[in-house]
């Protein structure tokens, strides 16, 4: 193994330590015995600070306005992040790895400055942005498509190694990307199991009724809260089912246009929308959901993509209702129930069927449990970010 040094890790849509993967793989480093440093956007209510160390992370907190007006949006706000990222990269000096993730593919750049000056890069590949700019904006493939798709691949050529979230991504880095299968290692998202654990349920959650249903996770164009309030109002028309109260927890782009959405359905006392939520009182939703929902649809993005509520769901023991796309399937295997794609009557019956079947559902959730502590746990996901940085090391 390659001996410690310092690494910089660069994230541009979350602040740390809340990006869970991202806190995940520093203090995995900082334990390995590396001198880690995160270059991330300041929170707006939690990681405020602009200069903080948490256990041994030093992270480097830059201002920064969220997106709006569409794609135009999204160039004002990296071009931001960009020159807060290699303003912050100056003051911290030489360093032996930097450590990028995406969105958006444009760290490449600070990259190849810092390559130049003896670092290696590591391309920690968060999303599919050619496939995400195709499903979240709907414009085909126009100029943008083609700008982002040659950011992705200025990224492939100066990365020295790529890490993938699952093999999907991996057989993209290879196949698109051009890298070697040894230049490629699979690290795959975890819930932190402490982070997770079951507290007694809280009846009031359900408001009166005898069943809970809970989403948890952000809410944007391609995330498929919309798919959930329809078939939330096909479980109620097509299936008769009026014995349940749902939980949507999360906040993001379309957070707004989805409470307005559940007023048009007719679901306004069906639903309650939390917005961002403590630690303890996600917990207690969690535990006291019976049936946790997947709704994102098939789209470029989704069917590649693991999805975190899916992993967090599994650790809290909740049986899932998804739509049959090909990585949730690797993530949950027999712990969800499957819907054809944006299938929302069938959704809706897998819902009902598990409400009508506890002991179904107690099954699915301890299959999730097992896979989450088992194959699917971060222990195995250690060893692999460590292996990537070793390989990554002149």
């Given at each position: 193994m390659a001996l410690p040094g310092k690494a910089l890790i660069l994230v541009e849509n979350l602040s740390v330590p809340f990006d869970r993967r991202v806190w995940q793989e520093s203090t995995t480093l900082r334990d390995a015995g590396w001198e880690v440093h995160v270059i991330c956007p300041q929170g707006t209510k939690r990681d405020t600070e602009r200069e903080v160390e948490i256990d041994g992370v030093k992270i480097h907190r830059y201002p920064l306005r969220a997106a709006t007006g569409g794609p135009l949006g999204y160039l004002s706000e990296y071009g931001s992040a960009l020159w807060h990222t290699y303003r912050l990269a100056k003051r911290i000096g030489p360093v032996d790895v930097v450590h990028a993730c995406n969105p958006p593919d444009l760290f490449y750049l600070i990259g190849r400055r810092l390559k130049r000056r003896g670092a290696s890069f590591i391309f920690d590949q968060h999303d599919l942005v050619p496939e995400l700019y195709l499903s979240r904006f709907d414009r085909?493939?126009?100029?943008?498509?083609?700008?982002?798709?040659?950011?992705?691949?200025?990224?492939?050529?100066?990365?020295?190694?790529?890490?993938?979230?699952?093999?999907?991504?991996?057989?993209?880095?290879?196949?698109?990307?051009?890298?070697k299968p040894d230049e490629v290692f699979?690290?795959?998202?975890?819930?932190?199991?402490?982070?997770?654990?079951?507290?007694?349920?809280?009846?009031?959650?359900?408001?009166?009724?005898?069943?809970?249903l809970c989403y948890l996770g952000v809410m944007g164009p391609q995330d498929g809260v919309d798919y959930a309030l329809r078939s939330l109002a096909r479980l109620r028309d097509e299936q008769g089912r009026t014995d349940w109260h749902a939980a949507f927890v999360g906040g993001g782009d379309t957070f707004d246009a989805m409470v307005a959405l559940s007023?048009?359905?007719?679901?306004?006392?069906?639903?309650?929308?939390?917005?961002?939520?403590?630690?303890?009182?996600?917990?207690?939703?969690?535990?006291?959901?019976?049936?946790?929902?997947?709704?994102?649809?098939?789209?470029?993005?989704?069917?590649?993509?693991?999805?975190?509520?899916?992993?967090?769901?599994?650790?809290?023991?909740?049986?899932?209702?998804?739509?049959?796309?090909?990585?949730?399937?690797?993530?949950?295997?027999?712990?969800?129930?499957?819907?054809?794609p944006n299938d929302e009557s069938e959704f809706a019956k897998l819902i009902a069927l598990l409400l009508d079947d506890p002991e179904e559902r107690r099954r699915m959730?301890?299959?999730?449990?097992?896979?989450?502590?088992?194959p699917l746990s971060w222990e195995n996901s250690r060893k692999a970010l460590l292996a990537a940085y070793d390989a990554a090391r002149p």
């Open positions: 085909g493939q126009d100029f943008l498509y083609r700008l982002v798709c040659r950011l992705e691949r200025a990224t492939y050529r100066t990365a020295d190694v790529v890490i993938a979230t699952n093999e999907s991504y991996r057989e993209v880095a290879q196949s698109r990307g051009g890298k699979v690290v795959r998202s975890a819930p932190a199991i402490e982070r997770f654990h079951s507290v007694p349920p809280d009846e009031s959650l359900k408001r009166g009724k005898p069943y809970m007023k048009e359905l007719g679901l306004a006392d069906f639903v309650d929308f939390t917005g961002r939520i403590p630690d303890e009182d996600l917990l207690r939703y969690l535990s006291t959901a019976d049936v946790c929902l997947s709704p994102d649809p098939l789209n470029p993005l989704n069917d590649v993509s693991t999805m975190n509520k899916v992993m967090e769901y599994m650790a809290m023991g909740r049986p899932i209702v998804s739509f049959d796309l090909r990585e949730a399937k690797v993530s949950a295997g027999e712990a969800a129930l499957y819907a054809p959730g301890e299959l999730g449990q097992a896979r989450v502590h088992g």
